[in-house]
């Protein structure tokens, strides 16, 4: 997150992390996190959700895909969630030891990410890189979400869409950014390092 925080107005932002589970099984889970979300919205001020990725447990199931839609889907006209696609096997496939398939992503075909806020997308056709402008009391925020170990190419255009919104607050979204102490990943020695599932992107301390 960058930029200067308002603390007279103060949101709450659930995040959803890895639900890859209740695409399968385990729905009744997701459906209290969704309840509770839309129950507290007015109470806790909670005008955005995000969700970090991992929607399924394998990426070729289409009827996961389908059941995640339904579970996060039932979040629309109540708070906007906003989400990115997480590592493969789960929201990719894999092509071999560390290569990601990236034009596999069924993300966009289930979750358009068609917001009110959507500002634009890296891709034509392909919301795993976008970016959302908000209202959040009263206050402006840049939302930028970035694939899985995201390419050189999209740095590149996350900081030119980050450059455009001098002084705007902005919240990064992407997966397997941080390691389970609270450190970036770094390293092989990491389990579950990014670069160890796509070689040809960036691993949290390199974004």
């Not at 959700?49 to 009827?63: I, P």
């Not at 358009?112 to 970016?131: C, F, I, K």
Request: hydrophobic letters at 40%; one cysteine or more.
């Amino acid at each position: 997150m960058r930029g200067s925080v308002d603390n007279s107005a103060t949101n709450c932002i659930p995040v959803i992390p890895d639900p890859q589970y209740f695409a399968w099984s385990l729905r009744a889970p997701a459906d209290a996190i969704v309840a509770w979300i839309v129950a507290n919205r007015v109470s806790h001020n909670i005008e955005l959700a995000l969700c970090v990725g991992d929607l399924v447990d394998y990426n070729a199931a289409s009827g996961q895909w389908a059941q995640s839609q339904s579970i996060w889907t039932a979040l629309d006209g109540h708070v906007p969630c906003v989400k990115c696609p997480g590592n493969p096997p789960h929201d990719y496939a894999s092509l071999g030891p560390a290569q990601t398939d990236r034009a596999s992503c069924l993300f966009g075909t289930y979750f358009s990410n068609d917001l009110t806020w959507l500002s634009g997308v890296y891709e034509v056709g392909r919301p795993e890189n976008a970016y959302y402008v908000a209202t959040l009391s009263g206050h402006q925020v840049l939302v930028l979400t970035l694939e899985f170990c995201p390419r050189d190419a999209i740095l590149t255009w996350a900081q030119t869409i980050i450059d455009s919104h001098p002084g705007v607050l902005t919240i990064l979204l992407t997966h397997g950014y941080l390691y389970s102490d609270g450190t970036v990943y770094s390293n092989s020695n990491q389990i579950y390092e990014p670069m160890g599932y796509a070689n040809d992107g960036n691993t949290g301390s390199l974004i």
